[in-house]
């Protein structure tokens, strides 16, 4: 976090991670009941530990996380401190807390302007998320511009168009078909002119294309460092929560090409799989940044790791 605190809160939503919760709720309710019939239960018994195991994964957290979580309640359980399911679970949000708690999670915004280069596969959320961190950044006193260097579709750019005329900030776009890397350089240049700080960067994501694909996000990535060595100073990768654990894989093809500072996990509003979080980042490495709820601008926050596993663990309604 290169940012003062003041300049960049945790949380910039007031009610965000509520909203969370109660999004949350729509789509994991059998998971719910799992949590609630295995940590309501009087004692450990016999099947207490594959059961939970079995909650973990069926919240999509990934074999790793609930087998390592498990492993280490069990080890307390037979020390002294952790004797009944209801200890298992105050001691589950350490541990699963543990495993999140090493990795900076703020934005770094330290340029001028700043780049942001969003990636991701097709459909995941990039563009959405472009024009809801637009906004996001906006009500924190920042100034965005956005660039249309997903070039493939005119829908592409009309989309991210429509986007900022929302979140009232400016786009660079140029013809469909130009070629990415000078919309991103032309970006750059506008914001140096026009006094913008950070240039959100909206790129195409076509699978059937991926080796071309990861060379254009190569080349804009080299036009971006030629104006600054340091940018972009965060590229991004934007996941589907809805797709699960597979999103890691689809997403590892980007943080080989070239390298992911953070990610922003989209579409966190009506999911199953809650635990996805926890999941991605064990297979990623990789601190997820921004959480999306939704489609409106407003839908869209900081990570905060504390907030997320009380939304996760919580059982009753919110
Ligand atoms: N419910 C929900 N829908 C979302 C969220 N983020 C994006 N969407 C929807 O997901 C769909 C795809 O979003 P886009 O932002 O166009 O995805 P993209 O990655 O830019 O897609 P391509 O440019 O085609 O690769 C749209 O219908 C969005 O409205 C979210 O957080 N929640
Ligand atoms: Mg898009």
Do not use: C
């Not at 910039?12 to 969370?20: E, K, N, S, T």
């Not at 195409?204 to 060379?215: I, K, N, Q, V």
């Amino acid at each position: 976090m290169n940012a003062p605190p003041e300049d960049q809160p945790a949380s910039a939503r007031p009610g965000f991670w509520r909203r969370f919760s109660q999004n949350l709720e729509a789509g994991r309710r059998a998971y719910v009941a799992d949590l609630k019939e295995v940590f309501g239960r009087p004692a450990i018994d016999p099947t207490f530990w594959d059961d939970l195991e079995a909650t973990l994964l069926a919240a999509d957290t990934g074999v790793a996380v609930a087998t390592r979580a498990v492993e280490r309640l069990r080890q307390e359980a037979a020390g002294a401190h952790l004797r009944t399911p209801a200890d298992a679970l105050a001691h589950l949000k350490g541990i699963l807390g543990a495993e999140m708690a090493p990795r900076p999670r703020s934005l770094n915004l330290d340029g001028r302007p700043a780049v942001v280069l969003v990636v991701g596969v097709n459909g995941s959320g990039k563009t959405t998320t472009i024009g809801k961190l637009a906004f996001w950044l906006r009500r924190q006193g920042r100034r965005p511009l956005l660039a249309a260097a997903d070039t493939y579709r005119a829908a592409a750019i009309d989309q991210l168009r429509a986007l900022a005329q929302r979140a009232q900030v400016e786009v660079v776009a140029h013809q469909p078909g130009a070629d990415p890397g000078a919309v991103a350089f032309d970006a750059v240049q506008a914001a140096l002119a026009r006094g913008a700080d950070v240039v959100l960067v909206d790129t195409a994501g076509r699978l059937h294309t991926r080796a071309d694909l990861m060379e254009e996000l190569r080349k804009v990535r080299r036009v971006l460092q030629r104006l600054d060595p340091n940018a972009p100073q965060e590229v991004l990768a934007v996941l589907d929560a809805h797709v699960g654990q597979n999103s890691a894989r689809q997403v590892k093809v980007f943080a080989e090409a070239i390298g992911l500072t953070g990610l922003a996990v989209a579409k966190l509003d009506g999911t199953a799989r809650a635990g996805v979080v926890l999941g991605i980042e064990e297979e990623l490495g990789v601190p997820t940044k921004l959480v999306g709820i939704g489609e409106g601008l407003e839908d869209l926050d900081a990570f905060d790791p504390s907030e997320y596993l009380d939304a996760l663990l919580r059982m009753e309604a919110t």
